[in-house]
């Protein structure tokens, strides 16, 4: 038998406060208009904006235990 996690209620709130903070940086702006021309190409955006986040998180998480 499969089980799944219930999904975690999100909070817009949030949501937006983030959306706003990454679009008031032109760099990402620009970076967000020019990767996100189409649903797919969101999709994939969000992809690889999870994956920096995990990356970034990772690393951080080496240096401390390393102490670099």
């Not at 983030?18 to 208009?33: D, G, Q, T, V």
Request: hydrophobic letters at 40%.
């Amino acid at each position: 038998m499969t089980s799944v996690s219930p999904k975690k209620n999100h909070d817009p709130a949030r949501v937006n406060e983030i959306s706003e903070k990454l679009m008031e940086n032109p760099e990402l702006a620009s970076l967000i208009s020019e990767l996100s021309t189409s649903a797919d190409d969101a999709s994939e955006l969000v992809k690889g904006l999870l994956q920096a986040s995990i990356n970034a998180g990772l690393q951080a998480e080496m240096d401390a235990h390393f102490g670099l």
